[in-house]
């Protein structure tokens, strides 16, 4: 089942947004470089509405109508890019995903260098709103530093920080466990600002060798293995977003699970201790 077009249309950057396209701001970009056509047309500017009549392609490529909106579960490995294109020729995390995945879209990144959980959608307007620090989701991390950190040394990050003229909010910090000359600790944060995990570690002496997302928000890790993905149920999605029934997704024909690396290939972080 697609969702359907108001009868006057939306702007045509909310639609390729709806459809998993880029957020709306890169498509004003994407018009901008022409990129868009619409109707056998190059789009000159984004301020223009489009209907489920219209023929719309990105390079080259036909854009059906907005399907229901969705989301999974991804446990992203070291070694691969969050982004769709890399400048540098690396890999990204989309040449991983299983083939019958649909258009797909971050929500958040992770840094090449780390690891966990990244949720993915194929719909834009729900990525802008899960990004924003205003929805208030937490996003929690296992990390591990070298050195010994102490709760004083710590206090600093949880009044929050200022790294290269930039100001972290203050952070969750908890020390789980001393491991030789390394630690493990758990943080959680609201913001997600380009390695901010990484920056505010070293602006007290801490370099993180690991850094695993072990939730965002009510989605958790859990036991996912490196390179799965897994389909939210639209009952869980609906509950978790506040959306009315009649705006829940249907259930996809084929369950979105996949396994692309094999089982038992990092070693999970060792367990919290109880207190």
Partial sequence: ??????????????????????????????????????????????????????????????????????????????????????????TTIFDKLPETMPRVMTIGRLDINSEGLLLLTNDGELKRKLELPSTGWVRK???RVNGRPTDTMLEPLRKGVTVDGERFQGMAVAIDRQQGANAWLTIGLREGKNREVRRAMESVGLVVNRLIRISYGPFQLKSLN??????????????????????????????????????????????????
């Avoid at 639609?15 to 990129?35: N, Q, T």
């Avoid at 789009?43 to 209907?51: D, E, F, N, R």
Wanted: hydrophobic share 30%; aromatic share 4%; proline share 9%.
């Fill in 1 to 90: 089942m697609t969702n359907k077009l108001p009868p006057e249309g939306d702007r045509i950057a909310k639609f390729l947004s709806r459809a998993g396209v880029a957020s709306r701001r890169d498509v004003e970009r994407m018009i901008d470089a022409g990129r868009v056509h619409l109707n056998g047309q190059l789009l000159t500017t984004p301020a223009i509405k489009v209907t489920d009549t219209d023929e719309i392609t990105v390079d080259g490529k036909p854009v059906g109508t907005a399907d229901a909106m969705r989301m999974w579960l991804y446990h992203k490995p070291t070694g691969l890019v969050s982004s769709n294109n890399d400048e540098k020729g690396r």
């Fill in 141 to 143: 991390y296992r990390i």
């Fill in 226 to 275: 490196p390179g799965e993905v897994e389909e939210i149920k639209p009952k869980v999605l609906r509950d978790q977003l506040g959306m009315a029934p009649e705006e829940a997704p249907e259930p996809a024909k084929k369950p979105a699970k996949a396994r692309n690396f094999k089982k038992g290939g990092k070693a999970k972080p060792p367990a919290r201790r109880q207190r």
